[in-house]
């Protein structure tokens, strides 16, 4: 089946460096996707990535390792706006559908 | 740019009812999509279109329909409420399939009594 694991919650603090990890089972995979959601808020994009390395983008990186079925967010510099639920979501299949995983509710704390 | 615009914010309905919720993007995009929400379940594709005239199912379709007469309209119906349609709607778009960004609507919270 396809499936894709993140962690529920995690804690961290301000100004300190968070790496959310996942982990994805998926057939015909196509990329990997990060969004982060605020509470109550829309969905925004954060990365895509296809091909294996790391994406850098500001205070927020994105890695993807293809052949472990693994991606990991990593933010820098931790600041409390950063408190919200980052999503992983797989591109797979022939119809390119996207998976979505359940989301990692990260928390930052003064 | 509105982006994507999504009506109603809030809505009520009791079992049985019908309603139609609103999406409209000014991007020019092709691909236009509908999710629901839910705590613990993740987002969960319900019907998508590639273009204006082109719909199909997603992953929950039951009980909903949808139309894409225009490429900026996407209206979501609801054909008789039920309490299990109890989520948070988000309607995306996005410039191609699902390879590319996709932008949301600010959703639409429904609850069925």
């Known amino acids: 089946g396809q499936n894709i694991d993140q962690p529920t919650e995690m804690t961290a603090t301000e100004g300190a460096i968070v790496q959310i990890n996942c982990t994805y089972q998926?057939?015909?995979?196509?990329?990997l996707f990060w969004y982060q959601q605020h509470a109550g808020e829309a969905p925004t994009f954060l990365s895509y990535?296809?091909l294996d390395g790391l994406e850098e983008k500001g205070r927020f990186s994105s890695f993807l390792s293809r052949s472990k079925g693994y991606s990991y967010l990593l933010l820098k510099e931790l600041q409390m706006k950063d408190s919200a639920s980052y999503l992983c979501?797989?591109?797979?299949?022939?119809?390119?559908?996207?998976?979505w995983g359940l989301g990692t509710s990260l928390a930052v704390n003064p | 740019n509105a982006g994507v615009t999504q009506t109603p914010k809030f809505q009520v309905l009791k079992t049985g009812q019908s309603m139609t919720l609103q999406c409209a993007q000014d991007?020019?995009?092709?691909?236009m999509s509908w999710y629901r929400q839910d705590p613990g379940m993740g987002l969960r594709l319900i019907h998508y279109?590639?273009?204006?005239?082109?719909?199909d199912q997603g992953e929950v379709p039951n009980g909903y329909n949808v139309s894409r007469s225009t490429t900026e309209d996407f209206p979501l119906r609801l054909l008789s409420a039920a309490p299990s349609q109890t989520s948070v709607y988000f309607c995306a778009s996005s410039t191609g399939t699902q390879t590319y960004e996709q932008y949301f609507g600010p959703g639409t919270r429904l609850t069925v009594t």
């Open positions: 279109s590639v273009g204006a005239g082109i719909t």
């Open positions: 998926t057939s015909g995979f196509n990329g």
């Open positions: 991007m020019n995009h092709e691909y």
């Open positions: 990535n296809v």
């Open positions: 979501a797989a591109l797979a299949g022939n119809n390119r559908k996207l998976i």
